[in-house]
């Protein structure tokens, strides 16, 4: 399915109003949108990019998804060494870094500082735990989202079936290192640190970047309502 394509049965279901939910759940309203369009999930090509992700929307929910994951080279101080220094326990009594990073500084006395070059995690002290230079996180950010089909739905519970009516399609490409600086000042962006102590290792879930779906619209540099 190319573009016009997509417009052309979103507009139809658009006008469609209220329909009912295919599939009970989270991921109710992603496999409704695919059904009614009649599209395997990310299967959208635009002429200058290979594959669009689709994103389906309730209006009237805000959770948190995952951009993308990163790690590479951003670690200032052995992981293990900064589990042992700033990590918590579990239930289990596993010591890890399970925290989700914002500018104001958290229990450890770990907190997200943001520069126009990079974002990092820091100590109170002024310890530099972790970096990632922002044009890097720029380059992975479109590696893993060069585009998105960002649809949105207005929601009814009707005898505890979900009902979707799918209002706005937009079409979001392209971001920058400014935009997504100001972004994580903005605290748009988070950071999730996701690793536990594994005796002589630290064991890394990876780095992940995440945002408000109703955010999302706020990370791209080109938005085009279809």
Known sequence: ???????QK?????????VLSTRGGPTGIGHTLETYLGIDENNIALPDIEEVEIKAHRGNVNNMITLFTFNRKAWKIPPLEAIKKYGSFDKNGRQGLYYTMSLKPNSAGLFLYVT????????????AIA????????????????AMLFVSAFVEERDGREYFHFYRAQLMKGTSAELL?????????LVDLRLHDKVTMARN????FRTYEKKLPLLFN?????
């Open 222 to 226: 080109e938005i085009i309502d279809l």
């Open 1 to 7: 399915m190319n573009l016009e394509e997509f417009k």
């Open 205 to 208: 879930h990876g780095t992940g």
């Open 181 to 189: 600086s100001n972004q994580f000042r903005a605290e748009n962006i």
């Open 116 to 127: 126009d070059d990079d974002v990092s995690v820091r100590h109170i002290s002024g310890e």
């Open 131 to 146: 970096v990632w230079d922002i044009h890097v996180l720029v380059n992975r950010f479109i590696q893993k989202i060069p």
């Open 10 to 18: 979103f507009n139809e279901l658009k006008v469609k109003g209220f």
